[in-house]
């Protein structure tokens, strides 16, 4: 695929054409089937021409069967075609218009379907692999092109569209979606059927369903938490600020729309450390670590309900506009909640996680733009990191900074949300707003001395870092000093038990962004530290990294260990690049993937094998 045959003119990465046909009401209903590790059923398609003549209705697809498509109303089938793979993308769903289709109202459109049992959207997890090890579990994670693999659709953040759903499943099983639940119904052959409604559009990314043997506690008057029994009373304390986050979420970007906001805690192979599905923010179980010290990834996934969620991206080119804003927004949620210094901390630590991205990227690296072009046919999954996220925030940052702080910035967020709720869009219309809004003459003189070529459109990191306090940050990188270079080594623990959970985190990322240490003093500092025995994931893999960059097999069986418990890529990733870099270790890991690998989510296993340069 090159520039001039991206997969369409709006977005590179999905066949689908919402500029001639486009889809307003997705309703499924479907049977979840363990056995064979399929979901079935049937969707409907509420559809309007947005090209007067269009003939045909274009939708991604990816291993998926169609067995039928018909017209809802007369039953009459309508003709299709399935195209050849291309890449990683799937293949492209045409779907001929009956000439009866209105150019100017809406018509609907059937289609019976199942999904492949190797869906990259969907983990399917037998009972022994659960916590409670009674019931099968069944979790999907769509973001950001994976929902092809669930569903045909029109696999594009361009496209919202409401959607409801009847899934059917075993008594036994509890079914969760990212949309408010109805009453169930019976089924036959000892079965049950869910029924949800979600009547905020979205774009088909944040569909989610999760299947399993749940259990859930109420911690808010619109929070809940859900996990299997054997953790819902950790987590539930564990997220019990989660309605405080939100009331202060809404004090920056406005109501809340979505009615009720679920957590829900997944196995420890799930992905990532949250998604931000409406209604229902997945989590990951590294995150329980009894002291709320980890919990900031609610806060973020709580912003995301206004940006991510109500204001989006158009195509995964700005996908900045998502993470910038929603991590910017984060860090003022701590600081109203725990103090500026901590949002000025977060944020330095931000910068921290920048460098390190950077640095593995490469300061060429088109990748480390704000701004992408994925026209050459880089899979989206392939340019995610840290840089939408933290070089997203450090640039929102530096333009508040420069207008003369939050007092004049955040009632321009307010009103950002509310220009472009319910939209997708592109960062010049971002920019353009951003001028409309601040429109006197000191303003635009302010506006005009930002270098918008260098933060959006330059690789590597910014050519000047923001201004941030760093009260907090110092005492970790004086600490990381005398550690890495100095002779006044630390012989007590003192100085490292006075920091902050996030302080220690900072101070051991500081030491992974230079040279290795001599193994000596690695494993000195571990055992003073007691790093070995944190149950803190975010501790003990950075310790885990040291080791292995300073070339020792000290902690490989730990964390060869931690690879196989854990499947958050933050986490697993990193440590095996560092695996694969430490040549006496390489092949043990590699046999540990290959062992392992039935187990993984299919996209933690996917880029980990590129990781391991198997794929």
């Known amino acids: 695929m090159s520039a001039s045959n991206a997969l369409s003119p709006g977005d590179p990465s999905s066949f689908s054409r919402p500029d001639q046909c486009a889809i307003t009401d997705i309703s499924l209903d479907v049977k979840i089937d363990f056995g064979r590790k ?55 769903l045409q779907i001929t218009l009956l000439t009866s289709f209105p150019d100017d109202g809406e018509f609907e459109i059937c289609v019976d379907y199942e999904n492949s049992p190797a869906a990259t959207g969907l ?23 994976f929902a092809r693999t669930v569903l045909p659709c029109q696999d594009t953040p361009s496209v919202k569209h409401t959607y409801s759903a009847r899934v059917t499943v075993d008594k036994a099983l509890t079914v969760l979606m990212s949309a408010v639940p109805s009453p169930t119904e019976p089924a036959p052959n000892d079965q049950v059927t869910y029924i949800f409604q979600q009547p905020v559009p979205i774009p088909c990314y944040l569909i989610a369903i999760a299947v399993g043997d749940l259990t859930s506690k109420k911690i808010g008057s619109r929070t809940t938490v859900w996990a299997e029994s054997e953790m819902i009373d950790r987590a539930a304390w564990e997220f019990e600020k989660a309605e405080q986050m939100l009331t202060t979420a809404e004090e920056l970007c406005g109501p809340y729309i979505w009615g009720v906001y679920n957590i829900l805690v997944l ?51 700005h996908f900045w506009l998502n993470e910038g804003h929603t991590m910017f927004v984060e860090r003022k949620i701590i600081g109203r909640l725990h103090g500026e210094d901590d949002r000025q901390f977060s944020m330095n630590s931000g910068w921290t996680d920048l460098a390190h991205t950077i640095k593995e990227f490469g300061p060429t690296n088109p990748l480390t733009k704000l701004v992408l072009d994925l026209t050459d046919g880089t899979h989206p999954e392939d340019s995610f990191s840290t840089v939408p996220y933290e070089k997203g925030s450090a640039f929102l940052y530096t333009i508040e900074t420069a207008l003369g ?22 960062t010049d219309e971002w920019k353009e707003f951003l001028y409309s ?7 635009q003189t302010a506006l005009n001395g930002i270098d918008w070529e260098g933060w959006l459109n330059t690789p590597g990191m910014p050519a000047n870092k923001p201004d941030y306090d760093m009260t907090l940050f110092e005492a970790c990188e004086t600490l990381c000093n ?13 100085e490292f038990e006075a920091f902050t959970v996030n302080q220690k985190i900072a101070f ?38 040291l080791c292995l960059r300073g070339r020792t097999r000290n902690q490989l069986d730990p964390t060869l260990q931690f690879v196989t418990d854990v499947g958050r890529m933050k986490f ?29 989510h299919p996209q933690t296993a996917a880029m980990v094998a590129k990781d391991l340069h198997l794929e």
């Open 572 to 600: 697993v990733r990193p440590l095996y690049q560092d695996m694969y870099a430490f040549e006496d270790v390489r092949q043990i890991a590699i046999d540990t993937f290959e062992t392992n690998r039935p187990n993984m």
């Open 437 to 443: 809004y601040f429109s006197t003459e000191e303003q």
């Open 267 to 317: 196995p420890p192979t799930f992905p990532y450390g949250g998604i931000e599905n409406p209604c229902l923010t997945f989590a990951t179980p590294t995150l329980i670590v009894g002291d709320r010290s980890l919990t900031t990834v609610i806060a973020h996934e709580i912003t995301h309900s206004w940006t991510g969620n109500l204001v989006t991206n158009f195509n995964w080119e």
């Open 482 to 494: 005398r550690w890495w270079g100095g002779t006044d080594i630390p012989t007590t623990i003192a």
């Open 38 to 92: 399929v979901v079935h059923g049937t969707a409907t398609y509420k559809c309007k021409k947005v090209l007067a003549g269009a003939d045909s209705l274009i939708l991604d697809t990816d291993q998926l069967t169609i067995f039928k498509v018909y017209c809802k109303q007369t039953s009459q089938d309508l003709q299709f075609s399935v195209g050849e793979p291309v890449g990683k993308f799937g293949s492209k």
């Open 508 to 545: 051991l990322a500081e030491l992974l962004l230079k040279d290795a240490m001599p193994v000596e003093r690695i494993l000195q500092m571990g055992d003073l530290y007691e790093l070995p025995k944190s149950n803190n994931a975010e501790i003990v893999s950075r310790w885990y990294q």
């Open 123 to 145: 983990q399917w997890m037998p009972a022994n692999l659960t916590a409670g090890k009674r019931q099968p579990y069944l979790y999907s994670q769509l973001q950001s092109i």
């Open 405 to 426: 702080g939050a007092a004049v910035v955040e009632p321009w967020l307010r009103a950002y949300i509310q220009k472009f709720k319910g939209k997708s869009i592109k």
